[in-house]
């Protein structure tokens, strides 16, 4: 199995470490009911097919990445860095100067 | 200021020699982590301008006059031979001169060395000079830069031993092979 890093390029999947659900990065904000923080932790789908969830770039450039993959094939669809997506969701962390910068160096930055 | 004597950190463990391919100790006298603050990448980017360098793109490299600057992850750079001081303020500066035992491997078949412990296409048509891979030396986790005549490969201070090892063995066997 190969995992594209968006850094590295297409990488052995050894160098990467599994987290888990892309859930993960949806966390409830301050003051969530239990409910939201109950789904959060515990209540994961179980698809045949399409998923989304998290590794690490351990043995390479230290970035976490969402890996897009099917789990009845095997494919791995696609894959993007968590950091470009949780500066852009960020409350005041929208700076000119990010929004200029070209797709590589917004993660430099964050 | 107290001047302590530096100790060789591969411990005389080299050069090896095996038949055209040779490995050297290749550690830089200084090497500072550079992780631009969120938001100025460009102040850092001007910085490194006036010292003849800039922020190399991910799996790149940059060499000017005296200094180096090598790509070394998501959002970091190893500064080599360089005072860091123009970046204070605008980067997270780290000094891991004493963190890194570094090596360089040369001599025709140097990437059949390397076919042997990384599972990566270092081959000189998909790494050119200058290029720069974060991978694994086997187990270990390592820094490639590609340099004109071979490769310098970056492992952590206290592999050093371990990386002399295994690549000493994957040259012998290289050798044999004639
Ligand atoms: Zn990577």
Redesign the interface.
């Known amino acids: 199995m190969r995992i594209t890093c968006p850094?590295?390029?297409s990488?052995?999947r050894?160098?990467f470490y599994y987290y888990g659900a892309a859930d993960y990065l949806a966390r409830p904000a301050e003051g969530a009911g239990l409910e939201a923080w109950d789904a959060y932790l515990h209540l994961r789908d179980n698809p045949a097919g399409m998923t989304k969830d998290l590794w690490y770039?351990?043995?390479?450039?230290?970035?976490w990445i969402e890996v897009t993959r099917d789990t009845t094939s095997h494919a791995v669809l696609s894959s993007r860095?968590v950091?470009a997506v949780e500066?852009a969701d960020l409350p005041g962390?929208s700076?000119p100067?990010?929004k200029k910068?070209a797709p590589?160096?917004k993660?430099?930055?964050? | 200021m107290v001047s302590l004597i530096a100790t060789d950190v591969f411990h005389g463990l080299l050069p090896v020699l095996q038949g055209p391919l040779q490995l050297a100790a290749a550690t830089p006298a200084r090497i500072t982590s550079v992780m631009?603050?969120?938001?100025?990448?460009?102040a850092v980017q001007t910085a490194l301008g006036r010292m003849g360098l800039g922020?190399p793109?991910?799996?790149q490299s940059r060499e000017g006059k005296a200094a180096a600057i090598l790509w070394s992850?998501?959002?970091?750079a190893f500064l080599l031979d360089a005072d860091p001081e123009p970046l204070a303020g605008i980067a997270a500066l780290t000094d891991q001169s004493d963190a890194w035992a570094v090596m360089r491997l040369t001599g025709p078949g140097w990437d059949q060395v390397l076919s042997r412990l990384v599972?990566?296409d270092l081959r000189p048509s998909g790494f050119p000079e200058g290029a720069v891979?974060?991978?694994?030396l086997n187990h270990m986790?390592a820094l490639f830069r590609r340099l004109a005549d071979g490769v310098e490969i970056w492992v952590f201070r206290s592999m050093a031993a371990t990386a002399v090892e295994e690549l000493a063995g994957a040259m012998a066997r290289v050798a044999a092979r004639g």
């Open positions: 850094l590295c390029g990488r052995d050894r160098e770039h351990e043995a390479g450039c230290s970035a860095l950091a500066s962390r700076a100067a990010r910068a590589r160096k993660k430099g930055t964050s | 631009p603050f969120r938001g100025r990448a460009g922020l793109e991910p799996g992850g998501r959002g970091q599972a990566l891979a974060r991978s694994g986790n």
